[in-house]
């Protein structure tokens, strides 16, 4: 098979976020909430790109956001952060590529992740919606009874997390400190 490869510097994400806004506002109801938390969770890659190299994120989002916007560009879709030069520029002429197929499973991941959390959240949620009764006799979580995610330890997501993994042949997921996580992408074959 052909490898094929995408700009990097957070251009793909910035613009999978533009385009996503723009559907947005297509939609009506709770799908339009959805497709707008998911694009603006995309722009996490540039920011924290900034972010790791001591940049002004706000500027040079804003910039990357206008170029994107810009329908003059022709070549928008890769416009990236710049981290050398403190600016936007076109990551593809740059030389900042990643695989195709590395991005596309970092999408995929991040976005079972994301289901995989609302999931969870819907099942500690279904509880009390179930059964009133529960929160009268403190079997649902904070009501102390000790129901609810008493068995998971003081990492309930984490641990969540760590089974389903185990389920799928290892763990992809890791903690790094300080509030800070990581999930390896699934690679290439």
Same mark, same amino acid.
């Given at each position: 098979?052909?490898?094929?490869?995408?700009?990097?510097? =957070?251009?793909?994400?910035?613009? +999978?976020?533009?385009?996503?806004?723009?559907?947005?506002? +297509?939609?009506?109801?709770?799908?339009?909430?959805?497709?707008?938390?998911?694009?603006?969770?995309?722009?996490?890659?540039?920011?924290?790109?900034?972010?790791?190299?001591?940049?002004? @994120? /706000?500027?040079?989002?804003?910039?990357?956001?206008? @170029?994107?916007?810009?329908?003059?560009?022709?070549?928008?879709?890769?416009?990236?952060?710049?981290?050398?030069?403190?600016?936007?520029?076109?990551?593809?002429?740059?030389?900042?590529?990643?695989?195709?197929?590395?991005?596309?499973?970092?999408?995929?991941? @991040? /976005?079972?992740? @994301?289901?995989?959390?609302?999931?969870?959240?819907? /099942?500690?949620?279904?509880?009390?919606?179930?059964?009133?009764? +529960?929160?009268?006799?403190?079997?649902?979580?904070?009501?102390?009874?000790?129901?609810?995610?008493?068995?998971?330890?003081?990492?309930?997501? =984490?641990?969540?997390?760590?089974?389903?993994?185990?389920?799928?042949?290892?763990?992809?997921?890791?903690?790094? =400190?300080?509030?800070?996580?990581?999930?390896?992408?699934?690679?290439?074959?």
């Amino acid at each position: 098979s052909k490898r094929r490869i995408v700009a990097g510097a =957070g251009a793909v994400e910035s613009h +999978l976020s533009r385009k996503l806004s723009q559907l947005a506002l +297509l939609e009506k109801g709770k799908g339009q909430l959805l497709i707008e938390a998911y694009a603006k969770a995309l722009e996490v890659i540039p920011r924290q790109l900034c972010h790791n190299a001591g940049l002004d @994120a /706000t500027i040079l989002l804003a910039e990357l956001r206008k @170029a994107h916007s810009d329908p003059s560009t022709n070549a928008k879709s890769w416009m990236g952060v710049d981290l050398d030069n403190n600016c936007i520029s076109n990551a593809y002429e740059a030389g900042i590529w990643e695989p195709l197929e590395n991005k596309l499973n970092s999408l995929s991941a @991040a /976005t079972e992740a @994301a289901c995989l959390i609302l999931s969870i959240d819907e /099942t500690v949620i279904s509880p009390k919606s179930q059964d009133p009764s +529960l929160q009268q006799t403190g079997q649902l979580p904070g009501m102390g009874g000790g129901g609810g995610l008493a068995g998971l330890g003081s990492n309930p997501m =984490g641990s969540a997390m760590d089974a389903i993994n185990a389920q799928k042949g290892g763990s992809r997921s890791g903690n790094m =400190g300080n509030g800070m996580s990581y999930m390896k992408g699934r690679g290439g074959g």
